[in-house]
């Protein structure tokens, strides 16, 4: 690492507010960059763990101080593991664990990037760019990028990983005192941190930014990004905005507030699904409910099912990200079907779902439906010699692995069981058991 990249990643604004302390993993990672710190990086195998011990002892031997070896091996097990988020790109990058854990993922990040540059953006600032991955994302689309972080040794980190990139800069400063004018940024992308002390902030209020001082800055830029966590109250969302959920082979990573002429597709809400294909390239549907005009409008609720007589020939699973987006109403209506519980994300009819829907529901066909009673569960178990169990619930109290301990299952059968509330809500309403094999289908 050069000196003028050293500078790049210090360089301050002209009044900046005091830097928050420096994160500890991040500061530990600072013997890398020097050139010895750099060269022993590059010359290292890819990590081993049952390796790793001898590989330190060596390098130890060979003359290395401790304190640089343990950062390079960290560093390697780090990249590592950033390979499903970052693909072939985590061999150059540096990552803490926070930076990593909060990273967007590559896939998500090039989807955020391509609004940007649909929308003609010119030069994004990115708010609290952490390591740098969205960063990664808009320069790779031949944006220009500020990148701003507030934490000095994180923001050596991200310096090291937007090197590639010619139009990328990053700043340490306050995410909100940087000059966005005199910048010349006609568009934001800000991720607002959402955890203090190890826990997780669930009031955006809380956030740092707060999610109201970031949505503020639309008074001075069209173009506003926001990734927010995705169990977000939809009460809080601007209504002017379109709100997209986001899923990554079935487990849900994140939400996007888009303003201005970064939601093409109108005030909302939507849900955006990627799957990995057998290829290993990502491939992405997306599902709105086009009555939806208003993100932070409640979503609507159907009418369920009025007990166990009324469960179709199919159970339903939404996708998580169609869940967060109050978007189970409309697939409802599109697969003719009904919810099996009140605020039961279950829906349940007699027609699967067609193939253009798939991506986006879970489908499974019910065979029995018992009734939620321990004793004659494991009368169940005993009598049909089931060994493997497979226990999906909603809705009720219930932990699948106290249940599935319960049970004493012993045998070579093997039964997949969805445990769920039925009907309108009922405090005394014990609930059904559901027994199901999966549906497959083209997707």
């Known amino acids: 690492m050069t000196d003028s990249q050293r500078d790049v990643a210090t360089s ?7 830097a928050a302390p420096s994160d500890p993993a991040a500061l530990s990672l600072m013997p890398l960059l020097t050139p010895e710190g750099w060269a022993l990086l590059g010359s290292l195998p890819p990590y081993d763990e049952a390796e790793a011990l001898r ?26 593991r950033a390979a499903a988020k970052f693909g072939d790109f985590a061999q150059q990058m540096l990552f803490t664990p926070d930076g990593l854990e909060q990273a967007t993922r590559l896939a998500v990040s090039a989807h955020h990037a391509a609004r940007y540059a649909a929308a003609g953006a010119h030069r994004v600032a990115d708010l609290g760019c952490g390591i740098g991955g969205d960063a990664m994302a808009l320069a790779g689309l031949g944006l220009d990028v500020l990148a701003v972080e507030r934490d000095e040794a994180t923001a050596a980190l991200a310096t090291v990983n937007l090197m590639p990139f010619e139009g990328a800069r990053v700043l340490r400063a306050d995410a909100l005192s940087v000059d966005l004018e005199a ?8 991720d607002p ?23 503020a800055l639309r008074e001075r830029v069209d173009a506003v990004g926001v990734k927010v966590a995705p169990g977000i109250d939809h009460a809080l969302l601007p209504s002017d905005a379109h709100v997209q959920w986001v899923s990554v082979d079935g487990e849900v990573v994140e939400a996007g507030i888009w303003c201005g002429p970064l939601a093409p597709e109108g005030p909302g809400r939507s849900a955006l699904v ?15 409910d086009p009555a939806c005009t208003d993100p ?32 189970v109403a409309e697939l409802a209506r599109r697969t003719a079907s ?34 939620l009673n321990l004793k004659a569960l494991r009368a169940r178990v005993r009598e049909r010699g089931i060994g493997r169990l497979e226990i999906h619930k909603r809705g009720l109290p219930v932990s699948p692995d106290a249940l599935r301990a319960s049970l004493r299952l012993k045998g070579d059968g093997a039964e997949t069981w969805v445990a769920t509330r039925v009907g309108v809500r009922d405090e005394h309403d014990r609930g059904a058991v559901l027994v199901v094999e999966p549906v497959s289908a083209e997707r």
């Open 55 to 80: 590989l330190a002892e060596s390098l130890r031997a060979a003359g290395h101080a401790p304190a640089l070896v343990a950062a390079a091996l960290t560093q390697q097990r780090l990249r590592s």
């Open 193 to 215: 941190a959402r955890r203090a002390g190890g826990r997780r902030l669930t009031d955006p209020e809380q956030w740092s930014p707060r999610l109201s001082e970031v949505l």
């Open 338 to 371: 009904r919810p099996v519980g009140t605020r039961i994300a279950y829906l349940t009819g007699d027609t699967p779902p067609q193939a253009s829907l798939a991506p986006f529901l879970r489908c499974w066909r019910v065979r029995e439906v018992l009734p």
């Open 296 to 327: 932070s409008a409640a979503p609507e609720q159907l009418e369920p099912v009025t007990g166990t007589a009324e469960i179709g020939e199919f159970l339903l699973e939404p996708d998580g990200a169609a869940i967060r987006a109050g978007l």
């Open 12 to 18: 301050e604004p002209a009044q900046p507010e005091p």
């Open 183 to 190: 910048e010349g940024v006609d568009a934001v992308f800000a």
């Open 274 to 288: 990627l799957t990995t294909g057998a290829d290993g390239e990502p491939r992405a549907r997306r599902l709105a």
